[in-house]
């Protein structure tokens, strides 16, 4: 691993205020979907800080598109 490639993964991680605000939601309700278990987002927990992988945000918003009315 280079140290461009840490920097670059370093870039990525966003804390959970910013996971929130990218997802519309409260990091309230962030932190209660991590700790049940809700949905599989997935974070890095780094020491006590939880950060997340905007391309990990992205990917979970995308598999919950959807094209119709249909909600399953």
Known sequence: MTIQTI???TREL???KEAAR????SPGTLA???ST????????KIGRNVR???SDLLAWLEKRTRE?????
């Open 52 to 54: 997340y992988r905007r």
């Open 37 to 44: 278990g809700r949905y599989n987002l997935r974070f890095v």
């Open 68 to 72: 119709t009315g249909a909600t399953a």
């Open 32 to 34: 209660v979907w991590r």
């Open 14 to 16: 966003v804390d959970e």
């Open 7 to 9: 920097i670059d993964n």
């Open 22 to 25: 990218i997802l519309d939601i």
